[in-house]
C-alpha cells in the first residue's frame, strides 16, 4: 500500500466514510441500472403516443384555422358547405345570408361569395355553412378555373 491510499483511508476512518463494494461485483449478475423505472424502447405501447397524437392535431387544426380564416378583403370569402351539396343548395345557403356569388368551380360545395355586411360570416354559419375561409388562399388547394383567355 502506498502513503496516498493509506492517507485517503486513515482520513476516511477519522471522518467515518465506509467504502463498501457492491455486493454483485464477484457475481456474473449485472447490476440494475438506475434507470430501470423508465420504459425503453420495447416497451412503448401504441397508448403511450395518444398524447402525442392528440397534440399533433390539434396544434395543426389551429395552424389551419389561422392560415384559412377570412380576411374579409373585397368582401369575398370561400363558403364551403357540407358535401353531400349540390350547387344549388350551396347557392340558396349563399342567398339566405344575403350574399352574393363572385365564382364557382371545382366541387360544387365550394363558393366564392361576396358580402359588404360585417357578419356575413356569422350569417353564412347560421345558414350551413361548414367553414369560410380566406379565397385567394382557398384557390390554390381548390383549383378554380379562371373564365378569362
Excluded at 72 to 82: C, I, T
Excluded at 106 to 133: C, Q
Aim: hydrophobic share 40%; with cysteine.
Amino acid at each position: 500500500m502506498n502513503s496516498s491510499t493509506a492517507c485517503a483511508n486513515a482520513s476516511s476512518a477519522t471522518l467515518g466514510i465506509q467504502h463498501n463494494a457492491p455486493a454483485n461485483l464477484d457475481t456474473n449478475e449485472p447490476m440494475q441500472s438506475r434507470d430501470s423505472h423508465r420504459k425503453g424502447g420495447s416497451n412503448l405501447k401504441l397508448r403511450d403516443l395518444w398524447p402525442a397524437v392528440a397534440l399533433f392535431f390539434v396544434g395543426m387544426m389551429a395552424l389551419l384555422i389561422a392560415t384559412l380564416s377570412p380576411s374579409g378583403k373585397d368582401g369575398q370569402y370561400a363558403v364551403v358547405a357540407p358535401p353531400w351539396y349540390g350547387l344549388g343548395d350551396t347557392v340558396t345557403l349563399i342567398q339566405k345570408a344575403d350574399g352574393g356569388i363572385v365564382d364557382m368551380g371545382g366541387p360544387a360545395n365550394i363558393i366564392i361569395a361576396h358580402s359588404e355586411n360585417p357578419d356575413f360570416v356569422r350569417a353564412l354559419y347560421s345558414a350551413g355553412a361548414w367553414l369560410v375561409v380566406d379565397p385567394m388562399k382557398l384557390r390554390g388547394c381548390v383549383g378554380f378555373r379562371s373564365e378569362a383567355q
